[in-house]
């Protein structure tokens, strides 16, 4: 539970600060519009002659320019629009400048003005005129994208750049209100039934971060919201680089031992990259953008490893369930595949759809089977308790015996004319005992320790009326501060008397001890009677293993607690008692 406190604080602080981030960059005036407009069919321009130039006063180092003579232009409504990767640009029309989007003297942070736009009106009397389309690219690693020109209107420019990213639209939309929904099911375990469904935690933050992450990486969002494409630049990287960690803890939560600590460990040292790189981001000593093929790369080591770690530990316990996470890694891992191939073949980012659906899968296959397991988890819980609850009864009824009622019962009878006052506080300890019994029936939870031994006391005390010098009591307590299941020594005690010391004709003793170890509190219950053979039993296991065996049960269902047995006839039994100190403290 440490770690994933640890994680999840970490997470959260490189995720607020990436926040800030992108909320500074989409106030900054990250570039500037020019435009010296004093508006054809739909068609793409492909016939342009190209060239490329050495600019020191580029970002990168280079501009290019894309030079073509503007076709036939009917009367209308028409624009020449330019889709570009991460450059800034210009239009000129026979050596005007139209339009221009370049860096502001305030750009502080960020080298990128995102996936742009360049939008300008054009008319029947352009026919003919020879444009230029200059473009600076903001990293060499883009130098080589072609720009996507055409000639349209406004309204035909939306429809296409809707129609094309309408299916990753949808499943984008999909994927977030999944996470969003996953989300309010981890608050509800989290504040309803005090749980901590921890990977449905990361199973929302990897849908929420993955619908973001194309949400802000798709044309017609671009379009939309063209004032602030750099803002969505380096949302969907952030987006990106922050959905990394929390996959990686869904898939090493499907694995144990070895690997499950390498996974974890592995989302965490992925955080602390992702912090290394918001700070030099902020220190403009790179730029995160440059980093995206890195990120695809470890987007694409991470589902493989995943799927072969999953693949090596198939688990044999749940069969079928194991199955089928690792076919939805297989095809999440294949989605993946193709669309990582996809961007270093095309060096753009746009249109990862088989990457959408992988996660979608990844999302909604774990989140069902985490809250099926919820399920049944909570079903286990009652289950149990419920038989916490018949061994709880079965416990009290074998301790009250009623030869043992009626032997306190008529001691106290007896006193009452011999010791009136010892009768009185015989009373008190009689009715102790009896309370304690009734309050086991309700007691779900585990004990202090000092109250159980009292009422250890309050039943050796009553025998002790009733065999006097034959049985001997010693206490060797030196520690009281844990806790244990309510009726966990008692009824040891009582099997210590019974089947014990009262068997011989001169009785016998029965010493209680409690000790603090390193890693543990050791309890003791040791009388010198008759004793009996461990391999064979006890004779009386009606009365005897019976309450022992719920004991045991009790102890280690409630506190993970262990109790030997170590006996010889003739020469009495010992029965010790350890219970872990980790979990275990008294508030």
Known sequence: MQFHKLFITIFGVVLAALAVFCVVVGFQNSSGRYSSWQNTPDAFVRQYTYLEYEDEDAPAGIRREYVFTCPEISDGVNILAVYMIHQYGAIYVDGGLRLDLHPTENRTIGRTPGNNWLVMPISSADTGKLITISTRPAYTEVRRTPLSIRITTVSQLFRDCFNEDFPQLIISILVLTCGIGFLIVFLYFQYHDKTHQLQLLYISLTGILTGIWRLTNM???????????????????????????PITMVIAMQTHGRYRRMLKWGALDILGVNLLVLILQLADIVDVRQLVYAYNILLFAVILIGTLIMASQESHENHARSRRMI??????????????TSYFVTQ????????????????????????????????RLEEQEKELADSRISIMISQIQPHFLYNSLASIYYLCDEDPQLAKQAIDQFSSYLRMNMDSLKQAKTVEFSKELQHVKNYLSLEKMRYGD????????????????????QPIAENAVR???????????????????DDCYEITVEDDGVGFDPEKGSDDKSRSHVGIDNVRSRLRDMCGGTMTIDSEIGFGTTVTIRIPKEGNAVD
Not at 327 to 340: E, N, P, Q, R
Not at 500 to 506: A, I
């Open 348 to 379: 753009s980012s746009t249109g990862n759809i088989y990457t959408l659906l992988a996660f979608l899968l990844i999302v909604v296959g774990f989140g069902l089977s985490t809250a099926r397991g919820y399920i049944e988890q909570q079903r």
């Open 470 to 489: 034959r049985l001997t009591i010693f206490y060797n307590i030196e520690s009281t501060d844990f806790l244990v299941p309510a009726l966990s020594v």
């Open 499 to 517: 089947h014990g010391v009262s068997k011989l004709e001169e009785g016998g003793t029965v010493i209680i001890s409690a000790y603090e170890k």
């Open 219 to 245: 044309r017609f969002m671009d379009l939309v919201m063209s004032d602030y494409t750099k803002a969505l630049s380096y949302i969907s990287t952030f987006a990106l680089m922050m959905m990394l960690p």
């Open 327 to 340: 076919i939805l890694f297989l095809m999440s891992l294949a989605g993946v595949t193709i669309d990582v």
